[in-house]
């Protein structure tokens, strides 16, 4: 994130490059359901990124010293496919996305019910198929999907956007172009039927109103996005009720 460039990202009208508004999220697609070998699977696009999440469990946790007597345990693997990238990615674990499926990790298991599954994993394994700025949150959305089309007992459905700022305009659900040449970048996650936070990041710099703001319209764009999780799920299980009667 730079925050210095000749590109105008947002015009005198307030207009944003790719058409929107400041507070206008990119388009929102999401399906439950899309992989028949995983015990629940989800696909997400926000905007131009494309995300799949698989989830495997509860099992019998292995290695078997990472086990919890108390609880299941949400293990997490975020992971970017070499051609998401415009410039090919070197495939592989890296520090970026180490950091990301352990933020992601932390949060699913503030609304998994891990305490009906003791010495167990959960196993969640998120593919970026195309990046656009947000895959984080955009893998997050997914993984919650996922989870719940897995059958796992879950507080709530957690639904993931960011908020931003670029050309000093306070903005929601940044695009590429915003993210690599605006001033901050805020990732926000929150469990819809409490409003708690169960991620957040800053990158950059904002002023306490606009940090102030910015969360306000990231919260908003999240309840819109937990009502496109709940329909996907839904379509998903009247779909598996139509299978089961005929």
Do not use: W
């Amino acid at each position: 994130m730079s925050g210095h460039t000749d590109m105008v990202l947002v015009d005198e009208n307030g207009m944003r490059i790719d058409g929107r508004t400041a507070e206008q999220h990119r388009p929102f697609k999401v399906e439950a359901g899309v992989l028949n070998n995983a015990d629940g699977s989800a696909y997400v696009e926000i905007g131009k990124n494309k995300v799949l999440a698989a989830v495997y469990g509860p099992r019998e946790c292995h290695p078997r010293h990472l086990q919890d007597p108390t609880k299941a345990i949400v293990q997490c693997k975020y992971n970017m496919q070499s051609f998401s990238v415009s410039d090919r990615k070197r495939p592989g674990p890296d520090r970026r996305s180490i950091e990301i499926s352990k933020i992601i990790s932390e949060a699913l298991e503030k609304v998994v019910l891990t305490e009906l599954y003791p010495r167990a994993s959960i196993d969640v394994y998120i593919e970026i198929l195309q990046a656009n700025a947000g895959t984080r949150c955009a893998g997050l959305t997914a993984a919650s999907v996922a989870l719940a089309d897995a059958g796992i007992p879950m507080r709530d459905i957690v639904p993931a956007i960011a908020a931003g700022k670029a050309d000093g305009h306070v903005l929601l659900d940044l695009n590429k172009e915003e993210d690599n040449y605006g001033q901050a970048d805020v990732p926000i996650a929150i469990i819809p039927s409490t409003d708690e936070i169960v991620l957040l990041q800053m990158d950059g710099n904002m002023t306490r109103e606009e940090f102030d703001y910015g969360i306000k319209m990231a919260v908003a764009g999240c309840h819109e996005l937990h009502e496109l999780q709940k329909d996907a799920l839904k379509r998903r299980y009247s779909k598996k009720a139509q299978e089961g009667s005929e």
